[in-house]
């Protein structure tokens, strides 16, 4: 199981970033594929997560309404940020779960920087 991210960046505040998760090994169908992000001194917090089963997705409050979670095919993720803000900085990580609900990944990937700022 290996995950792959793409698609971080420099971004200007109200601006739209577009970020992938290829994964290679497995495909997404039976897993809940995940956003997580970071910011230094902080701990890792959930973004959101999409049920591949069933095609269920949940948003962290700070993020629902500007981005969206989706599953382009099986072994691709996406997380589509518009509007974003400069506390949205921060490593974006995706992860993985064989699971039909559980989302707390048991795989991540590498971590893309993304960076909101004018």
């Known amino acids: 199981v290996q995950l792959v991210e793409s698609g971080g960046g420099l971004v200007q505040p109200g601006g739209s970033l577009r970020l992938f998760c290829t994964a290679s090994g497995f495909t997404t169908d039976k897993y809940v594929m995940s956003w997580y992000r970071q910011v230094p001194g902080k701990e890792r917090e959930l973004v959101a997560y999409?049920?591949?089963?069933?095609?269920?997705t949940q948003y962290a409050e700070s993020v629902k309404d500007r981005f969206l979670i989706s599953r382009d095919d099986p072994t691709n993720t996406t997380l589509q940020m518009n509007d974003l803000k400069p506390e949205d900085t921060a490593v974006y990580y995706c992860?993985?779960?064989?699971?039909?609900?559980?989302?707390?990944?048991?795989?991540w990937g590498q971590g893309t920087q993304v960076t909101v700022s004018s």
């Open positions: 992860g993985a779960r064989h699971s039909s609900f559980a989302y707390v990944p048991a795989h």
């Open positions: 999409i049920i591949g089963v069933s095609g269920k």
